[in-house]
């Protein structure tokens, strides 16, 4: 006979640096150790972490995957490991987008003229995971800021002026290319609480120890153009 209820896992790359392994049925995530392999290359996992339902693990792993097949063990579950295979692809970029669907006034020579642009942008992998600071593009106009992802341009700009802007990453001939219209200077709008972090993922309990465990608000503020304001000097 045949038991369909065995145990089993399934595995597929989720980031550059992260792998997903479903198990059939939950499992007792204290117990299960993983062992990834590319040929006889033994990965380092960093971390890994359980669902609720402890059905799926994310392992995220030390350094990025590369081009070729991979084997996941996972011991712990029975007596005999519980192994998965899957295929990876180098990192690629995918996406180059604009952030923004205006170009507000700003200082960037610090000459004491409102007539700069900073226009935001960002580049994503195939896994939709942010690599702007990580990627060089070529620009038609202005100088890439690639740590703060913007497109800064510097002149004598007035609103209602209108600017096009393109970026190309050369080895895979992904571009984006947009019009924009001059507008005010982008001011903080809003601010809101979005969430609650842990380094752990933990939740606050009653038995939480704030003063070993600690967690933080995220704040996102945001301008009067809908636009997120990452920068700590605009925000101040």
Same mark, same amino acid.
């Given at each position: 006979?045949?038991? $369909?209820?065995?145990?089993?896992?399934?595995?597929?790359? %989720?980031?550059?640096?992260?792998?997903?392994?479903?198990?059939?049925?939950? +499992?007792?995530?204290?117990?299960?150790?993983?062992?990834?392999?590319?040929?006889?290359?033994?990965?380092?996992?960093?971390?890994?972490?359980?669902?609720?339902?402890?059905?799926?693990?994310?392992?995220?792993?030390?350094?990025?995957?590369?081009?070729? =097949?991979?084997?996941?063990?996972?011991?712990?579950?029975?007596?005999?490991?519980?192994?998965?295979?899957?295929?990876?692809? =180098?990192?690629?970029?995918?996406? /180059?987008?604009?952030?923004?669907?205006?170009?507000?006034?700003?200082?960037?020579?610090? !000459?004491?003229? /409102?007539?700069?642009?900073?226009?935001? $942008?960002?580049?994503?992998?195939?896994?939709?995971?942010?690599?702007?600071?990580?990627?060089?593009?070529?620009?038609?106009?202005?100088?890439?800021?690639?740590?703060?992802?913007? %497109? !800064?341009?510097?002149?004598? $700009?007035?609103?209602? =002026?209108?600017?096009?802007?393109?970026?190309?990453?050369?080895?895979?001939?992904?571009?984006?290319?947009?019009?924009?219209?001059?507008?005010?200077?982008?001011?903080? =709008?809003?601010?809101?609480?979005?969430?609650?972090?842990?380094?752990?993922?933990?939740?606050?309990?009653?038995?939480?120890?704030?003063?070993?465990?600690?967690?933080?608000?995220?704040?996102?503020?945001? !301008?009067?153009?809908?636009?997120?304001?990452?920068? +700590?000097?605009?925000?101040?």
């Amino acid at each position: 006979s045949v038991d $369909y209820d065995a145990p089993a896992i399934s595995a597929a790359p %989720v980031g550059a640096k992260k792998i997903e392994v479903k198990f059939n049925r939950p +499992v007792d995530d204290s117990k299960v150790a993983f062992e990834i392999k590319k040929s006889t290359i033994t990965l380092n996992v960093a971390s890994k972490s359980f669902n609720e339902d402890k059905t799926v693990a994310t392992l995220e792993l030390s350094s990025k995957l590369t081009a070729g =097949d991979y084997t996941v063990k996972a011991t712990g579950v029975q007596d005999e490991a519980l192994t998965a295979t899957f295929k990876a692809e =180098d990192e690629r970029v995918a996406k /180059i987008e604009f952030k923004a669907t205006n170009a507000p006034l700003t200082n960037l020579d610090n !000459d004491g003229e /409102i007539d700069d642009l900073s226009i935001p $942008y960002q580049v994503t992998n195939q896994y939709g995971e942010d690599i702007t600071k990580i990627t060089t593009l070529v620009n038609s106009i202005g100088t890439l800021n690639q740590s703060a992802g913007t %497109v !800064d341009i510097i002149g004598n $700009y007035r609103v209602n =002026d209108v600017i096009a802007v393109t970026l190309i990453h050369s080895p895979t001939t992904t571009s984006v290319a947009q019009t924009f219209t001059v507008v005010p200077q982008a001011r903080v =709008d809003q601010i809101s609480i979005t969430g609650l972090y842990n380094k752990d993922n933990k939740t606050i309990t009653e038995d939480t120890n704030l003063a070993s465990e600690a967690h933080y608000l995220l704040v996102e503020a945001k !301008d009067q153009y809908g636009n997120v304001v990452n920068s +700590v000097n605009r925000l101040n």
